[in-house]
Structures are given as structure tokens and as C-alpha cells.
């Protein structure tokens, strides 16, 4: 069973920042494409950012140069640094790994 944990999430105002930490028990951690996603109230949910094992990240449009996805292979983890956070931006975030379930996600909230 591969099991992952997100956290990292609150709440801020806008332009503010965030940095969100996903642990994944991958054995093949190391070899995997792993990506940031998130859904919105009443949204499907959307790919945000992956990350390949080459490092080649991917980013949707709305969060080009604002978001950062980055990897620690030592750690097991994938991160999201995220920047001048716009109110657009609140979702629960989910980490999603290869093989393991969807976690319950970290709650993004962006407020004035």
C-alpha cells in the first residue's frame, strides 16, 4: 500500500505565500511523476503542477510564474511553493503519486 500525506495549507491574504509538503511511501518514489492538484467548491478537480524524474515540471496556466513544484528524493516528498496567492486560488489541494490513493487533501484558503 502506498499511502501519502499533504499539509502545508491555511489561510492568508491575498499575495501572500504557501508552502505545501506532500510525503509519498513509494518505493519507486525516485523514478515517479508526481503532480499538485485541486478542486475548488462546486469545481472538478485540476491538475495544478507535476513533476517528472527528470525534474521537467508542468504548470497550468493560471499558475505560471507564481508556482513552484520541486522534489526532495531523499525525503520522499514533493512540494508546491506557491506565491502571490490570489483569492482564485482557494481549493483543497490534493498530492497525487502513482499508486496511492488520494489523500484528504490540505484546505488553500485566500482572503482579505
Known amino acids: 500500500q502506498v499511502q501519502l500525506v499533504e499539509s502545508g495549507g491555511g489561510l492568508v491574504q491575498p499575495g501572500e505565500s504557501l508552502r505545501l509538503s506532500c510525503v509519498c511511501s513509494?518505493?519507486?518514489?525516485?523514478?515517479?511523476?508526481m503532480g499538485w492538484y485541486r478542486q475548488a467548491p462546486g469545481k472538478q478537480r485540476d491538475l495544478v503542477a507535476s513533476?517528472?524524474?527528470?525534474?521537467?515540471?508542468n504548470y497550468a496556466d493560471s499558475v505560471k510564474g507564481r508556482f513552484t513544484i520541486s522534489r526532495d528524493n531523499a525525503k520522499n516528498t514533493v512540494y508546491l511553493q506557491m506565491n502571490s496567492l490570489k483569492p482564485e486560488d482557494t481549493a483543497v489541494y490534493y498530492c497525487?503519486?502513482?499508486?496511492?490513493?488520494w489523500g484528504q487533501g490540505t484546505q488553500v484558503t485566500v482572503s482579505s
Open positions: 513509494s518505493r519507486r518514489f525516485s523514478s515517479a511523476t
Open positions: 497525487h503519486c502513482p499508486f496511492a490513493s
Open positions: 513533476i517528472t524524474s527528470g525534474g521537467t515540471t
